[in-house]
């Protein structure tokens, strides 16, 4: 699963809003960046904004919904051949310090594995940015990120 980012926004609440609105329309969307937007007032412009991201096979319809004008057209590629859809995001990590997140991230991806780091989204707290930290990975890889994660230990996320 790629996830191409639809919208650049620099306030952590309008992007929750987004996400929001595209997944009561049934796109599953991801929030990125959050976290340094919270961190430091004001730095959401220099990390380039807060992002919302969905599945590469959901951009266009995202962005009519959101009322983004299209894409510009990309030369054509070759067709791939089909793949299975793409498996489910699963959390792997939860913390309440940002930073702890972004190295569990950090580390994942330096292992092969790609990983997100969204703010738990609870109505509230996503707002007041009292939620939970948490990385999130494809379902199929997250066996291998909770290993990689806490070598030794159960195969269960950090609570």
């Known amino acids: 699963m790629k996830l191409v ?3 650049r926004v620099f306030s952590p609440a ?4 987004l996400r929001s609105r595209l997944e009561a ?3 599953p969307a991801v929030v990125t960046h959050e976290t340094a937007a919270l961190m430091i007032d004001g730095y959401s412009m220099a990390a380039g904004g807060v992002l919302v991201q969905v599945a ?4 266009e319809e995202a962005r009519e ?3 983004l004008p299209p894409l510009p057209p990309v030369a054509p590629e070759p067709e791939p051949p089909a793949e299975p859809p793409s498996p489910p995001l699963v959390t792997v990590f939860h913390t309440f310090v940002p930073a ?3 190295v569990v991230r950090s580390r ?7 990983a997100v780091v969204t703010q738990e989204t609870a ?3 996503s707002l007041l940015a009292t939620g939970g930290v948490l990385v999130q990975v494809a379902e199929d890889e997250a066996e291998a990120a909770r290993a990689l994660i806490n070598p030794g230990e159960p195969d269960e996320p950090k609570a």
């Open 108 to 114: 994942l991806t330096a292992a092969g594995i790609e």
């Open 100 to 102: 702890e997140a972004e």
């Open 56 to 59: 590469d096979d959901r951009v």
């Open 14 to 17: 309008e992007a929750q809003l």
């Open 65 to 67: 919904l959101l009322g």
């Open 25 to 27: 329309a049934g796109i």
């Open 5 to 7: 980012t639809v919208s």
């Open 123 to 125: 109505p509230l707290a």
